[in-house]
């Protein structure tokens, strides 16, 4: 299994960030509309890490990874069978792909496909 996205919302993007940057030596860009305005930085592999502020006031911190798979509507099948609940249906974010969120062991869990 990859890792595709690691999306982490935070109150405080820019000490995140400034954490990571000192920690790992990563650069992150600029706010992408796309992902939520979220500031990304590449991952080993080929993936994202992007951090952002909550979308909205009820939106509570959190740190979601986003498993790369082929067939994201199998993928939810799977997850549902085994006991998962979607809390975002596959949804297309133009020019990086479609995600999914799904809810189990009272964690965020999320699917990318590209």
Sequence with gaps: MQIQYLEIVTKDVDAVCAAYAAMGGVKFGEPDAG?????????????????????RETEDPVVR??????????????VVEAGGQVA????????????AIYLQGGNDHGLWQL
């Design 35 to 55: 992902l939520g305005n979220a500031r990304t930085a590449a991952l080993a592999g080929g993936g994202l890490v992007g951090v952002r502020a909550p979308l």
């Design 65 to 78: 990874p986003y498993w790369l798979v082929e067939d994201i509507e199998a993928a939810v099948a799977a």
């Design 88 to 99: 975002v249906p596959p949804m297309e974010i133009p020019g990086h792909g479609t995600f």
